[in-house]
């Protein structure tokens, strides 16, 4: 047991005495948190709109003001030609343009079909599925306000029904996409970290040689490794913490469940990515091998954990893969149990497999590293 | 300029024997294309829900049945109180629960009024307001239908049409994205790799000392890199027109033109950073966290410029990644000519002049 | 009295893939020799010692070490030996009583003891004023010293040692067979490795690797005498040559 305490001791000096990774593994993390939390949002604001008012009738331009009302859009200027609007979508000057035909108010107020022209810079095509939602929206209570103005001299007899629809965001009531990003963000720094270093270490330790005194000495395999791993795993736990501590203060992200239970599940996450982290580093020869390949399986993991895109918008093949994905556990988990407060009982499903992987991936590791070629 | 050719030499052979690292290189575009092609997506699909109805009647369980159709939403569970459905989110169960008030038919008949409650679990604020506007969307669909005995007059139709993208496909957006992901790690990252390396394990100072010029032993170990990335570009833009079927619909010559400058200005990063770096491990973790993460977030790749505060939409201004991406998706997706894009290209010229100056002048300082 | 064998090969071969690096070599190291393994670069004797130091696996023969066998015990046989690489291998970014502390306390030796050996090895070598420094910052004929002590830390029966007089001048190499022939005295058994065959004067017996196989396996001066020559240089061209 000492034995793993003098490895302990020595990575320790070694980490902080390397003056240039230090800020690396602290400062830059913990720095991109903050950035990076404000910059990913898909939310779609500050559209820029423009239109072409063929009919410049009373009618157009109050539809205009409507846009120019809402929030989400800004008016930026007119088109008199589609031309001209389309060569500034070209541009990517605009990205909607409202074309007004000629007649709308008259066919409007004779009952006739009564059509707007919207084109829209689709290459987002998530973007656009929204701006398309937030112009409807748009154009159907403009419609409301006419069909009731122009309604009041015919005569109804039968009612419309009229089904109210109340929406209700719980959790998140602004809809404040940080305090969605802020913990999946925290999760995706403290997994690239401990990966990152713990891929690298073993190695290095390979490519200068010191690896060799190492095997030759009656150490035990486990104590080595668990005496390597367990200071990435501390800095691990830090970086969490001041992440939450950012988080709270900086973002005020709401932290509704039980720090311990994040505390406990982060320990068991961190063990896994550890583990990782050093079978990879069993199966490489060299610092930029290992860091290749991790940077590789944490690219295709982030992006199938949920992170950015929902599980549930996958094809149902990639669902299934992403129950082999331990960071996609981790971010439900984080999500639920700070924005939801969930309890232990409700991430057992998520902490169990987290363990399992832990067991796997850190055996895998030992039995992998040989002392002996 | 024969040593000059075998010093190159040197260079592809340390490449193509290191098979790891190759695969990776070539394997990693081709996986997140095809992953961002395939799997990655915002749109919703087949959401589970939770429906608490308090009445129970003819018209519920049409709605119901609506909403059950929809290839949007599949109903996950029926809860009774309303006291059920924080359990059921704290499980993460479901994403959203309709709850009908009591009466429902009755109150539509006679106060020509019913009310639904559309509860959506808002920790993902995106998808929670897709969800509420697709559910809405329905029920609006519903009520027209009811209401059609009823002409309802003066209707405005809007006929949207979406161009570049008419089929609103994800991939368009993230291919681009990913070439550029893709160009900036193999040039950037690689190079400052490589030139690191040599530098920890001391053969640097053999080269400077050999009669390679100094500018000579940089463009040699650039060399291969640019080859690499530009085998990777046409490997990625292969596989987004056979596999995704997504055209480049303006020139060639002019995207493989632009590629080769982008790629140029993230070279002159990767030379920059290796200035600054004294070990592998450094460059690394440089390259990786303070070069690939930023523009990942912010160079319009994933999340739109538009949406971010001020501050970081200048900051973005200053990532070549941007620009990049912008002029890609002009030429891939708009088809556009030089006429459309001559200020992001200059932008993007005017950029990696200014970082090929950058690094050479630190690295006549480092030499000194 | 007879002398024990704690090192005893037989056909010990290794081989990576096709390629034989070590044939069939068959010998003995008795307890308390001064033991030189020469051979020129390449002809196998790292691969032969690190076979015997337990960090790799012997293709066929046998060997034991300590009286522990090279296939079977080799964790037993690393509590009693201590190696030298040819690396030096001590880290660069800790200091010397740091290097010194870790490498004793890896090897079960209490802190008291550490202690004291931190205090022996400093004194020993002169250290005092460069003992809180950086080993990297300490030129290559101390590193080499430093690195020879500390594998002689947990008082093992044999150290192994790799080429450990790489690239220093020839004072400070005689220096450090000063340090090898104290610990001799001690009792402890040397197996070194050379391609500098000056140094194999100094041994008591030495072996000459050639291609994998043991060429010669003598004393300095029988084998001077066998062969006809003044030096051990010229034993080891004739057999290069022949």
């Known amino acids: 047991m000492k034995i793993i305490f003098y490895i302990i001791q020595k990575e320790f000096k070694q980490i902080f005495r390397n003056k240039g990774m230090l800020p690396i593994i602290f400062v830059l993390p913990l720095l991109q948190l903050v950035i990076l939390s404000n910059a990913a949002t898909f939310e779609v604001k500050n559209i820029r709109f423009a239109y072409i008012d063929n009919d410049y009738s009373s009618s157009s331009k109050a539809l205009i003001e409507k846009f120019e009302a809402s929030t989400y859009f800004n008016v930026i200027t007119y088109f008199p030609t589609e031309i001209q609007a389309s060569s500034a979508m070209l541009k990517g000057e605009v990205d909607v343009v409202l074309n007004v035909p000629l007649h709308f108010e008259r066919d409007l107020q004779n ?263 | 300029m024969k040593r000059f050719k075998g010093f190159v030499t040197k260079e592809f052979y340390h490449i193509f024997r290191d098979r790891r690292s190759l695969f990776i290189l070539f394997g990693m575009p081709i996986v997140q294309v095809l992953l961002f092609g395939f799997a990655i997506t915002n749109e919703i699909n087949k959401v589970d829900i939770a429906i608490l109805d308090h009445s129970k009647d003819a018209t519920t369980k049409e709605i119901i049945n609506k909403i059950s159709a929809s290839r949007y939403f599949s109903i996950n569970q029926h809860i009774d109180r309303e006291a059920n459905i924080e359990a059921v989110f704290k499980k993460g169960k479901v994403r959203a629960v309709l709850n009908f008030e009591k009466d429902f038919n009755k109150n539509l008949i006679k106060e020509h009024q019913a009310t639904i409650q559309i509860i959506t679990d808002a920790t993902d604020p995106n998808s929670a307001s897709t969800i509420s506007n697709y559910v809405n969307s329905i029920l609006q669909n519903y009520q027209q239908e009811q209401n059609k005995a009823i002409a309802i007059n003066y209707v405005i139709t809007p006929q949207p049409r979406m161009v570049y993208n008419p089929e609103l496909k994800s991939v368009y957006m993230f291919v681009p994205g990913v070439m550029t992901i893709i160009l900036m790690l193999v040039s950037a990252m690689m190079t400052s790799i490589s ?174 | 009295m007879k002398k024990t064998n704690v090192i005893q090969a037989v056909g010990l071969t290794k081989m990576f893939g096709d390629f034989m690096a070590v044939n069939a070599i068959t010998f003995d190291v008795k307890k308390g020799e001064i033991f030189g393994f020469l051979g020129a670069n390449g002809a196998g004797k790292t691969t032969a010692m690190k076979m015997l130091i337990g960090i790799s696996t012997p293709t066929s023969g046998s060997a034991q070490v300590a009286g522990f066998d090279v296939f079977t015990q080799a964790e037993n046989i690393k509590k009693n030996i201590g190696y030298m690489s040819q690396k030096f291998a001590l880290y660069d970014d800790l200091t010397v009583k740091e290097n010194i502390t870790f490498f004793g306390g890896i090897y079960g030796l209490s802190k008291v003891r550490i202690k004291e050996k931190t205090k022996e090895l400093i004194e020993d070598l002169g250290l005092k004023e460069v003992s809180d420094q950086l080993i990297g910052s300490l030129p290559l004929g101390w590193k080499q010293k430093i690195s020879f002590s500390v594998a002689l830390l947990h008082e093992p029966k044999i150290v192994f040692l790799d080429e450990p007089t790489g690239g220093v001048d020839p004072i400070t190499r005689r220096q450090f067979w000063e340090l090898i022939y104290r610990a001799s005295h001690q009792g402890t058994t040397i197996f070194v490795t050379t391609h500098y065959m000056d140094e194999a004067e100094y041994c008591d017996r030495v072996s000459i690797m050639v291609n994998g196989k043991i060429e010669a396996l003598d004393t300095p001066k029988k084998l001077k005498k066998q062969f006809n020559v003044d030096s051990m240089n010229d034993v080891f061209l004739k057999l290069a040559r022949g």
Request: proline share 4%.
């Open chain 1, 111 to 373: 009952n006739k079909k009564a059509n707007l022209g919207i084109t829209i810079n689709a290459i987002d095509g998530a973007a656009a599925g929204v701006e398309n939602v937030y112009i409807t929206q748009i154009i159907k209570s403009y419609n409301k306000h006419i069909q009731s103005d122009l309604m009041q001299i015919s005569d109804s007899k039968i009612q419309p029904v009229n089904m109210v629809t109340i929406p209700l965001f719980w959790y998140n009531e602004t809809l404040n996409y940080k305090t969605f990003m802020v913990p999946g963000i925290l999760v995706l720094l403290v997994t690239m970290i401990t990966l990152f270093l713990s891929a690298m270490n073993i190695v290095r330790e390979k490519e200068i040689g010191t690896i060799e005194q190492i095997n030759v000495t009656p150490i035990k395999k486990s104590q080595f490794i668990i005496g390597k791993l367990f200071p990435f795993w501390l800095i691990g736990m830090g970086l969490l913490t001041i992440g939450l501590i950012l988080a709270r203060l900086i973002f005020d992200v709401p932290m509704v469940g039980s720090l311990l239970l994040m505390y406990a599940y982060t320990s068991i996450y961190i063990a896994v990515i550890l583990g990782m982290g050093l079978f990879i580093s069993n199966f490489t020869d060299t610092q930029q091998q290992a860091m290749f390949i991790a940077w590789f399986f944490v690219v295709i993991f982030i992006l199938m954990s949920g992170l950015f895109t929902p599980i549930e918008s996958m094809p149902d093949w990639a669902q299934t893969l992403t129950e082999f994905n331990p960071i996609k556990y981790y971010v439900e988990v984080m999500r639920m149990v700070m924005l939801k407060g969930s309890v232990f009982m409700d991430i057992l499903p998520q902490f169990i497999k987290t363990l399992v992987f832990a067991i796997v991936t850190n055996g895998l590791a030992i039995w992998s590293y040989k002392k002996t070629n």
């Open chain 2, 195 to 368: 030139i690191t390396r040599e530098k920890e394990l001391g053969t640097m100072e053999i080269l400077l000392v050999s009669p390679l010029k100094p500018f000579q032993v940089i463009i040699g170990k650039v060399f291969p890199y640019i080859f690499l990335s530009i085998i990777n570009a046409v490997v990625i833009v292969l596989l987004s027109i056979f596999i995704f079927k997504m055209p480049v619909q303006g020139s060639l010559l002019l995207l493989g033109l632009v590629s080769v400058l982008f790629i140029i200005s993230a070279l002159a990063l990767g030379i920059l950073i290796s200035t600054i770096s004294a070990s592998q491990q450094t460059a690394m973790m440089i390259s990786l966290m303070g070069l690939m993460l930023p523009v990942i977030l912010l160079s319009g790749f994933i999340f739109p410029i538009s949406s971010m505060p001020l501050p970081l939409q200048i900051i973005s201004h200053v990532i070549p990644a941007k620009w990049f991406i912008i002029i890609l998706k002009g030429i891939m997706l708009k088809g556009v000519g030089l006429q459309f894009i001559w200020k992001e290209t200059l932008i993007l010229l005017g950029m990696t002049i200014f970082f090929i100056g950058l690094s050479v002048r630190r690295y006549k300082i480092r030499l000194e």
